[in-house]
């Protein structure tokens, strides 16, 4: 193992971050790491695999798993999607249920209460998004998910400004248990840095074409090299949408469209590899993508691995 303390002085552990979609998963494991490495879309089920983000302190190292919004599945993506995140409950040391403090209890987190009866790992309620409700509504929310469930923890934080997180990973480190340094002090995330440039590109694609085109996107990595003799990354890529009217959209007016995803894409590629990026887009039609086994595991999507 990679730790050279003895075990009895440092703790480790895993962590699944499970919620319905849009509750803000990926915003909290991006804050808890300190750097982008889940994208962040208002659009739910952004998050398609499991995303696992380490966080290393003197004293513990947690490894954070982002899992897909729990949804009723439309497609076989949304069976994969699903899958990853229910596997996941088996896998843990700790369990943050996460719910958004504007929205109200409702069928999605009874789904989710009913699916935790089978498991024995401790869970801890995470109420997201205090700075979007009055102070005097926090309290009867909690009361309403105490009479629903036992949990070992109830935290009020707010992933987007950093408000009791702190907090929240002291209450997580004293549940963890006794153990190794998994992954050197330096690394924040076991996906490769493909997997990330990816996500990056489609991250922007969601945002501008914003309700035009809904989750049938999908980004794969065509190419990514050095040019010889600069210190320029050449990284080609290619985004997948299943209609040709979406294709369209993706490309704008003259490509303006596509041009501008590349270019914010671009600065956040850039951040990530620590070096200049000349980066190329390309849009192509595959009908149905998301109902065809071969295509889901071509774009990354691989049952076997979950």
């Given amino acids: 193992m990679l730790n050279n303390r003895s075990e009895t002085e440092y703790k480790s552990g895993f962590i699944s971050i499970i919620g319905r979609p849009n509750v803000g998963k990926s915003t909290f494991l991006n804050r ?3 750097q982008k490495i889940a994208i962040m879309s208002d659009k739910p089920q952004t998050t ?11 004293d513990s190292q947690m490894v954070f798993i982002d899992t897909p919004g729990i949804h009723k599945p439309k ?8 899958k990853v995140a229910q596997n996941t409950l088996k896998e843990v040391d700790l369990i943050l249920f996460m719910v958004n403090a504007e929205e109200g209890f409702g069928r999605g987190e009874e789904f989710i209460l009913e699916k935790f009866q089978t498991v024995n ?12 409700i009055h102070p005097d509504d926090l309290l009867p929310i909690i009361e309403s998910y105490k009479e629903k469930y036992a949990f070992k923890e109830i935290v009020p934080i707010s992933a987007l400004d950093g408000n009791n997180v702190e907090r929240l990973l002291d209450q997580i480190k004293m549940f963890l248990p006794e153990g190794p340094q998994y992954y050197p002090a330096d690394q924040v995330t076991d996906h490769p840095e493909r997997f990330i440039i990816t996500e990056l590109i489609r991250e922007k694609a969601l945002h501008l074409t914003r309700e035009e085109i ?7 990595l065509d190419k990514m090299e050095r040019q010889q003799g600069k210190d320029i990354i ?34 956040d590629i850039e951040n990530l590899l620590g070096s200049k990026v000349f980066l190329e887009l390309w849009v192509k039609v595959q009908k149905d993508w998301r109902n065809k086994m071969s295509q889901l595991r071509d774009y990354g999507f691989n049952e076997d691995e979950y």
């Fill in 48 to 58: 398609r695999n499991k995303i696992q983000g380490v966080l290393t302190l003197n």
């Fill in 214 to 220: 809904p989750h049938s996107l999908a980004v794969v």
């Fill in 121 to 132: 790992t401790p869970i801890f309620l995470v109420i997201n998004k205090i700075d979007q």
């Fill in 234 to 267: 050449h990284v080609m890529a290619t985004v997948i949408v299943e209609r040709d009217s979406q294709k369209g959209i993706v490309i704008g007016k003259q490509g303006s469209m596509l041009k501008e995803i590349g270019k914010r894409a671009r600065v």
């Fill in 32 to 34: 808890v790491i300190g």
């Fill in 75 to 82: 497609h076989k993506l949304g069976d994969f999607m699903m």
